[in-house]
Each structure stands twice: as C-alpha cells, then as structure tokens.
C-alpha cells in the first residue's frame, strides 16, 4: 500500500486512491469546515451534507486543479464557498416552498440567510465591472432570462453571453477552478 503525503496525494487522487481523499479530509478538512461554518453558520442541518458534497466533487474534479492557478487550499476553499453559497440557495428555495404556518417561523432566518447570500456573492463580484456585476446579478441570482435582460437593457444577447463568460473566466482565474461555476 502507497504511503499519502503532501507531494503524491494529488496525483493518487486522480488516481482514484481513496486514501488520497482521507488525507485531504485529514490535512484540509478544516478548510472545509471553516468556509461551510462561515458561510452556513446559523444552518447547521445542512453543514454534513454540503461537506460531503464538497469532498464528492473534490473526488470527481480533481482533474481541473491546476497547481500553476493557485495552490490546493485556494481550490479547496473555493469549492467550498461555491457549495456552500448553492446550499444557501437551496434553503431559501426550501423555505419559499414551505407551509404558510412554517414561514412565520423561518422568516426571520430567511432575512438573515439572504443577507449573508447577498454579502458573499457581492465579495465574488466585487472583481467584475459595475455594469458585468449587474448582467451576473440578472442572469444567475434573480434568474432572469438572457432574452429579457437583453430587452431591458438594450444589450445584444451575444454581447451579454460574451461578457458573462468572460466574467466567469476571470472569477476562474481569481479562484483557480474550472468546475465551481
């Protein structure tokens, strides 16, 4: 059995060596749980399952890591930011499914979760222009469609298209992964 260490557990993890992944969760798992505690701090039901998430897909993308962009904590943590921002969404969209009788009671932590939503995704765009950061808002969180927001805007799609996917490379870049958005 090959010993993991810091210098082969990348390219034994391609390799599909599960005990390539248990020392990643031993040597990098407080990077996962410190970016999911942050980002999920008052959604602790759902801290497990988006770690688990997390390790799957460090599991399946660990092809697109690329030391040359950014060292391995860098990529572990975007990742994890990614994940967990997506785990917010699903529990705003779990609770805009609710009963009427559980939304009085989640109301308050709908606020506080969209806060802290709103917070995070800003940061991330905070490295796009004001008028990309306004297409990505359009298109991805308020889930308008290119059609529309072509319209309202008076931008062609393709122009649009372009810019989101050249604001999507550059967050890439910044955060060194292919795969996260």
Do not use: P
Request: neutral net charge.
């Amino acid at each position: 059995m090959m010993r993991i260490t810091e210098n082969n557990f990348i390219e034994q993890l391609q390799k599909r060596n599960e005990d390539a992944l248990y020392y990643v969760i031993e040597q990098y798992g407080w990077v996962i749980q410190s970016v999911v505690k942050k980002q999920l701090y008052n959604l602790e039901n759902y801290h497990d399952d988006c770690i688990n998430e997390i390790l799957m897909k460090i599991w399946q993308y660990i092809d697109y890591f690329n030391a040359d962009k950014g060292s391995f904590k860098t990529w572990v943590a975007g990742i994890s930011k990614f994940n967990a921002i997506d785990y917010q969404r699903k529990y705003i969209k779990d609770l805009q499914q609710s009963s009427i009788d559980d939304v009085n009671i989640d109301y308050a932590m709908t606020h506080i979760v969209s806060d802290n939503l709103s917070r995070s995704v800003d940061s991330l765009l905070e490295h796009l222009s004001a008028e990309d950061k306004q297409l990505f808002l359009k298109i991805y969180a308020e889930e308008c469609k290119v059609k529309d927001v072509s319209s309202e805007t008076g931008i062609k799609e393709e122009v649009i298209y372009n810019r989101l996917s050249r604001g999507k490379r550059k967050l890439r870049q910044l955060f060194g992964s292919k795969k996260t958005f």
